[in-house]
C-alpha cells in the first residue's frame, strides 16, 4: 500500500494523508483525520516502510480464504518454516474481498521473505501487484490461485472414490459436496471417472444437503452408494441413513475423504467409514519447501506433491443389495406380544387367573424374519407398526436380530398390534389378537416397498394381513422371480387367484378345514388346493408330524421328539427354516424333514423369539440324528 492508495480509499488528496501521518494536520477537521487514521491502520501504512526494504525478516506470510479449524495445512507449513529457522504470520479473509486486502497490506507492512497466499475469489488475483510491486515471492494455493495454483489433489481422490464403488458393480451413485475449497475438483473427478466407465453424468446426483430428495433417492434404491467430500458430512449420512432404519453397506454404501486430523472417526456405537485420508500436512510441507527453495535462491526445488490412496477400511463398502447374495422377503403382522402362563386356557363364562407375564416381539412376520435371521440369512420384513412407543420396541430387537427393517413404516394414526398369548402346562396356547396397524397394511404400501423384493429367493407371506394385500404381495414376490410361501392364519377363505399366486401352502389341520369345509380326508383336501393353483401343500399336524402333496409327491412326515413346553410359534418356526433350507439348495423333501426338527426345538423353550433355534444348535441336532444337513452358504 501506497500514500496514493490510501488516499484513494479514504476518499482524500494524497497531501491530506502526508500532513495527517506526519503531524502536520492543525488545519485538518477531526472528522478527516479520524476518517484517515482508520484506513492507515486498517491497511498498515507507513510512510517509512521503504527505509528497511531488503531487510531480510526470516518470516512467511500465510494468506488464508477460509476456515482451517479442520486442516492441517497450516500446521505442515509452520513445522517446515520453523524447521528451517522461518516465523509464519497468518492471515484469514473468510472469502471477504475488503477483509483480504486489509490482509495484504498488513503482511506487505510487515516485509515478509515470501507469502503463501489462498486467494479468496477470482478476481483477488488483481491485488497481486501490491506484492509484486514489493518483489516478494508469492506461491498461490486453491482454486482461484491462476494457472500456477497449487491444489491438493482432490480430482484424483474424488475419481478413486467413484472408481471403488464402480468396481464393486455401483452404476448409482451419488456425492456429497460441501462448498469450499475442493468443491470444483471434486466433482470433477467424480464426473471423469462416470465418463471414462461409460457412465452418465447427472447434476440431480451432486448433493450439497441431506434433503427429501436425497432421502428419495435412497428409499427408491436409485442411489446405491455415495461418495462424500467431507468427513463430518459423511458421518451425518450415517446417521441419517440409520434413523431410517436402512443400513450402511446393506442398503447402501459410503466411502469419504478425511483430514489427516484427531477428528472422531464415528459416532458412538456406529461403524467406521471407508475413508481416503487426505495428507493435509505433507502438502503444508511441501508447500513451504518450494516457496523456501524461491526465496533462498535453490537451484533444486522440490519435486510436485504426490499422494498415494488407499482405503483406511472397507467397513462401509459392498456391492449393491440387489446384486449380492439371495435373501428371504417376509410380509406380515408385528405385535407387541404379551405372554400369560395360565393353570388351564379360558373358557366361555370362565376367570382363569395368570401366574405370570412378560412381553415380546411377535406376530407371524416377525417371527419367520428372527427364525429366518437365526438361520443365517438375510432377510427383509415388510409391514406396519404405530405411533407409540411399541413401535421403537419393534425396531430396536428387529435390528438386534439382523432383520432389515427397510419395510417397517410407522402409521401415527393407528397402535402397534397387539397379541395375548394364554398358555397352559401343557404347552397348548390360545392366542387373542388387535390388529391395530397391521390391517392398515396395503396393497399400496407394497408397490412402495417392492425394492425389498429385490434379489428375493422366497417370500413369506401370512394372511394376519388384509387378503388384498396377501396378493399384491404374491404378485410382487413373482414379479421379481421369487417363490412365494404362504401360511393362511386368521382368515375365513383364500380367493382361487390368490392360491394360484402360491407355489407353497402350508395351513395346518383346523385352517385346511377352514379353506376346504365339509366331510372328507385331509389328503383329499390338499388334492383340492393342488387344484384350485397351489404349486404345493404342506399340512402341519402338530405331535403327528406332517403332510406333503405335490403334483409328483404324497407323503407323511412324523414329528421329531421333543417334549412340549410352548407350542406357541411352531409353525412359523417350520416355515422359517423350509424357506431357510430350500435356499441352502435342499429338495423340498429334504428341507421339510429339517423344518421339522426347528419346529420341535421351539416347543420344548418360552416364548417364541428366544427359543427360535440358530443354525448352529440346528445342525448339530441335525448330525447327530443322521439328518442331511446343509453346505456352509
Known sequence: MNIKDIARIAGVSTSTVSKIVNNKDDSISPETREKVLRVVKQYHYTPYAAASKGTKKWTIGVLLRSSISFDSTLDGIIQANQAAGYGTLVFNSYSNAEQELKNIAAVCQHEVDGIIWEPASAESLAHASHLEARNIPVLTIGPYGGDESLLLPYKEAS?????????????????????????????????????????????????????????????????????????????????????????????????????????????????????????????????????????????????????????????????????????????????????????????EGTTVSARMSSKYPGGKGVNQAVGVAKLGHRVSLIGNVGGDAGSDYIYKEMARWGVDTAGIRRYTQAETGEAYVFVDPN???????????????????????????????YCLVQSEV??????????????????????????????????????????????????????????????????????????????????????????????????PVDKTGASDAFISALASYLLYGHSLEEAIAIAIYAAGFIITGERVIPALVDKYTLENRLRQMGVYASPEP
Open 466 to 563: 388384509p387378503m388384498e394385500t396377501v396378493a399384491a404381495s404374491c404378485q410382487a414376490a413373482h414379479r421379481h422371480a421369487a417363490m412365494t410361501i404362504v401360511k393362511p392364519s386368521s382368515c375365513d377363505y383364500l380367493p382361487d387367484e390368490v392360491i394360484a399366486e402360491v407355489d407353497i401352502l402350508v395351513p395346518n389341520e383346523n385352517e385346511l378345514n377352514i379353506l376346504c369345509p365339509g366331510n372328507g380326508a385331509m389328503e383329499d383336501k390338499a388334492e383340492l388346493l393342488l387344484a384350485r393353483g397351489a404349486g404345493a401343500v404342506v399340512v402341519t399336524l402338530g405331535d403327528r408330524g406332517c403332510y406333503l402333496c405335490t403334483p409328483d409327491i404324497r407323503r407323511h412326515y412324523p414329528a421329531a421328539n421333543f417334549k
Open 159 to 347: 475419481y478413486r472414490l467413484t472408481q471403488e464403488l464402480i468396481e464393486r458393480g455401483h452404476q448409482n451413485i451419488g456425492c456429497l459436496i460441501t462448498r469450499g475449497r475442493r468443491t470444483k475438483d471434486f466433482v470433477s473427478g467424480f464426473r471423469a471417472c462416470l465418463f471414462d466407465h461409460n457412465m452418465m453424468f447427472d447434476d440431480g446426483m451432486i448433493f450439497y444437503d441431506l434433503d427429501d430428495t436425497l432421502i428419495g433417492k435412497i428409499s427408491s434404491r436409485s442411489v446405491t452408494g455415495f461418495i462424500s467430500s467431507h468427513y463430518r458430512m459423511a458421518l451425518e449420512l450415517y446417521h441419517l441413513v440409520g434413523s431410517l432404519h436402512y443400513r450402511i453397506p446393506e442398503d447402501v454404501s459410503l466411502v469419504s475423504l478425511k483430514n489427516d486430523t484427531n477428528e472422531a472417526l464415528a459416532y458412538p456405537g456406529n461403524t467406521e467409514i471407508s475413508t481416503y485420508t487426505i495428507r493435509n500436512a505433507d502438502f503444508g510441507s511441501y508447500l513451504c519447501g518450494k516457496l523456501l527453495n524461491t526465496i533462498e535462491k535453490q537451484s533444486e526445488s522440490p519435486r510436485s506433491f504426490v499422494q498415494r490412496f488407499h482405503l483406511d477400511n472397507t467397513r462401509t463398502l459392498d456391492a449393491p443389495s440387489q446384486s449380492r447374495m439371495k435373501k428371504i422377503t417376509v410380509i406380515g403382522s408385528i405385535n407387541i406380544d404379551t405372554y400369560l402362563s395360565v393353570p388351564k386356557l379360558p373358557k
Open 427 to 457: 404347552g397348548d396356547s390360545m392366542i387373542s389378537v388387535l390388529s391395530g396397524a397391521n390391517a392398515l397394511l396395503s396393497p399400496e404400501d407394497i408397490r412402495e416397498r417392492e425394492q425389498l423384493f429385490e434379489n428375493a429367493s
